[in-house]
């Protein structure tokens, strides 16, 4: 990463991107950019209102990182939306790095920049990625050549930690961790369909439309 890099954020409507972002900020000399169709402010799903920083049209054409945030139905438009997969397509195509966080990865995998990688996703979108040529992969953080993603939510301090350790020497990124003060430490261990009780994983299928039943 250049002393003058620049990382492309886009915007979606589920504020799953900001330990992400404040983790990325630290690396020296970055310029981030959180890009959408306009610079009108986003409210996220959450709540939290989103301001964009640069259009698919004023962001910068050769980026070190491209990272696209997950979410629900904002994922949804965003997989629906021409002009943000054309956006993609074309700065997918020079970045230096490839990311993604929760069901972001839908999106690059609809966009075509999946095909033939190891990726991953939210639990709930990962059987996803095959339909766009991408190799399903169970893991909290997937690298392949220049992608890199990450799993549901808090999977992207994981994703940011191990990709700061990529740009910077071990000993930086080891100070950023530190800064962000993180050592998870849940005081549940449900985390994921293998480690939650049955109730809880009928009950979050139920609320995303899905049927099952439990083992």
Same mark, same amino acid.
């Given at each position: 990463?250049? /002393?003058? #890099?620049?990382?492309?954020?886009?915007?979606?409507?589920?504020? $799953?991107?900001?330990? /992400?972002?404040?983790?990325?900020?630290?690396?020296?000399?970055?310029?981030?950019?959180?890009?959408?169709?306009?610079?009108?402010?986003?409210?996220?799903?959450?709540?939290?209102?989103? $301001?964009?920083?640069?259009?698919?049209?004023?962001?910068?054409?050769? @980026?070190?990182? @491209?990272?696209?945030?997950?979410? !629900?139905?904002?994922?949804? +438009?965003?997989?629906?939306? *021409?002009?943000?997969?054309?956006?993609? /397509?074309?700065?997918? #195509? %020079?970045?230096?790095?490839?990311?993604?966080?929760?069901?972001?990865?839908?999106? @690059?995998?609809? #966009?075509? =920049?999946?095909?033939?990688?190891?990726? !991953?996703?939210?639990?709930?979108?990962?059987?996803?990625?095959?339909?766009?040529?991408?190799? &399903?992969?169970? &893991?909290?953080?997937?690298?392949?050549?220049? /992608?890199?993603?990450?799993?549901?939510?808090?999977?992207? =301090?994981?994703?940011?930690?191990? =990709?700061?350790?990529?740009?910077? *020497?071990? &000993?930086?990124?080891?100070?950023?961790?530190?800064? +962000?003060?993180? +050592?998870?430490?849940?005081? @549940?261990?449900?985390?994921?369909?293998?480690?939650?009780?049955?109730?809880? %994983?009928?009950?979050?299928?139920? #609320?995303?439309?899905?049927?099952? %039943?439990?083992?």
């Amino acid at each position: 990463m250049s /002393r003058s #890099a620049s990382s492309c954020t886009i915007t979606s409507r589920r504020s $799953t991107l900001l330990g /992400r972002i404040i983790s990325l900020g630290r690396l020296a000399g970055a310029t981030i950019h959180f890009v959408a169709d306009s610079i009108r402010p986003i409210p996220s799903e959450n709540g939290l209102v989103l $301001t964009p920083t640069a259009t698919f049209e004023t962001c910068p054409k050769d @980026l070190d990182v @491209l990272l696209i945030g997950g979410g !629900t139905a904002g994922t949804l +438009a965003a997989m629906r939306d *021409p002009a943000m997969l054309a956006f993609l /397509r074309d700065r997918g #195509a %020079r970045a230096k790095w490839v990311t993604s966080v929760c069901t972001g990865s839908l999106v @690059l995998g609809r #966009a075509g =920049l999946l095909n033939g990688y190891r990726a !991953t996703s939210h639990w709930i979108g990962r059987p996803l990625l095959k339909e766009f040529g991408a190799v &399903e992969v169970d &893991e909290r953080v997937v690298f392949d050549r220049n /992608r890199a993603t990450g799993a549901g939510v808090s999977a992207g =301090l994981d994703l940011a930690l191990a =990709l700061i350790q990529r740009l910077r *020497p071990t &000993e930086f990124a080891q100070m950023v961790q530190l800064f +962000a003060e993180y +050592a998870p430490a849940p005081s @549940l261990d449900s985390g994921t369909p293998d480690h939650a009780p049955c109730g809880t %994983r009928s009950g979050a299928g139920h #609320a995303y439309g899905l049927r099952g %039943r439990c083992a």
